[in-house]
């Protein structure tokens, strides 16, 4: 039986999780709830005489949705659940929540998952890479720039709301009835990062999320760029040099060794910048696979940095 996502299924979750990506350390008990909390509590799960067998969650942006992760026990695969799972997912963003895309990352190595995907009818596209530095107190750059980099605290309303009608109208920007302030919430209520505005002549040009926790149960020594969406109007390069330039700073002042940013090869100019002039190095490849028209990453005219994996 497929059900909606509870509270009470989450320490189930975590164990299906850590079994399907052989993990030892589970995702933390406010990833998960965030997660559901995030998306109208949309996500799914197969429970069978009362167990859960399986999960799928689901990540929504306007018209444009996601999923991920997604997880089947070992010892009830190969019985049809992640493709039951995979198509009430369809079937809930496209009647319950009219989305016009749905998008997935997933392992470019592995054949039966790309396989599988493409028998569902989503379609492969481009390489999300997962970038990744090391930082030390020695190797800090500074840039000069026309803009600035502030930390927003969104506990205070006033800032929260400033920040959501700015996102929104950046998601705008991307593609029609596209949105992404759901990725505020891990944020405000769980606690999971901070947020930074990239601004220009006193106005707000970009808008940076970070964890500054991990989604797993351990103690976090990377400062996760999630999400950066940046104003097409400013110089892309100056923008990131000076907001990487502020990430780093505020990882060594809070001890963090690393810093991490997700960059789709749709902007395979800006990967390669963030690489050569940054230092990032590449940790991790996915693929982009996705059902319909909408692609948020060919986007002329605002730059989105972030991966569709959770």
């Not at 505020?184 to 601004?199: D, K, P, Q, V």
Request: contains cysteine; aromatic residues 10%; charged residues 25%.
């Amino acid at each position: 039986m497929i059900r909606k996502m509870e509270l009470r299924d989450i320490e189930e979750i975590k164990e299906i999780d850590r079994l399907c990506f052989k993990i030892d350390t589970k995702r933390t008990t406010e990833g998960i709830r965030g997660y559901m909390e995030a998306s109208n509590n949309s996500s799914i799960v197969y429970e069978i005489n009362d167990k859960v067998v399986g999960f799928n969650f689901i990540h929504i942006w306007g018209e444009f949705g996601w999923f991920g992760p997604f997880g089947v026990h070992p010892e009830y695969q190969g019985r049809g659940i992640g493709r039951a799972l995979i198509n009430e997912t369809i079937i809930i963003l496209k009647e319950e929540y009219k989305v016009s895309t749905i998008g997935l990352n997933t392992m470019p190595e592995s054949q039966y998952n790309v396989g599988f995907y493409m028998g569902l009818d989503f379609a492969p596209l481009k390489l999300s890479l997962g970038l990744k530095k090391e930082i030390t107190s020695l190797e800090v750059k500074r840039y000069v720039s026309s803009n600035n980099v502030n930390e927003i605290d969104i506990s205070n309303e006033k800032s929260y709301l400033i920040i959501e009608e700015y996102l929104k109208s950046l998601s705008d920007y991307i593609c029609r009835n596209f949105d992404l302030t759901s990725e505020l919430h891990l944020i405000r209520e769980e606690a999971f990062g901070t947020i930074f505005t990239l601004e220009s002549d006193e106005k707000i040009c970009g808008i940076i999320i970070c964890y500054t926790k991990a989604v797993r149960e351990i103690l976090s020594e990377n400062l996760q760029i999630k999400l950066a969406v940046i104003d097409g109007k400013v110089n892309y390069k100056e923008a990131l040099d000076i907001t990487i330039d502020f990430c780093t700073k505020y990882a060594q002042k809070n001890n963090y060794k690393s810093i991490s940013i997700d960059c789709n090869t749709y902007n395979s100019v800006i990967c390669n910048y963030l690489m050569a002039e940054h230092k990032f190095k590449i940790e991790k490849t996915q693929v982009m696979m996705l059902m319909g028209e909408i692609n948020p990453f060919e986007s002329e005219k605002v730059l989105l940095l972030t991966r569709l994996a959770g």
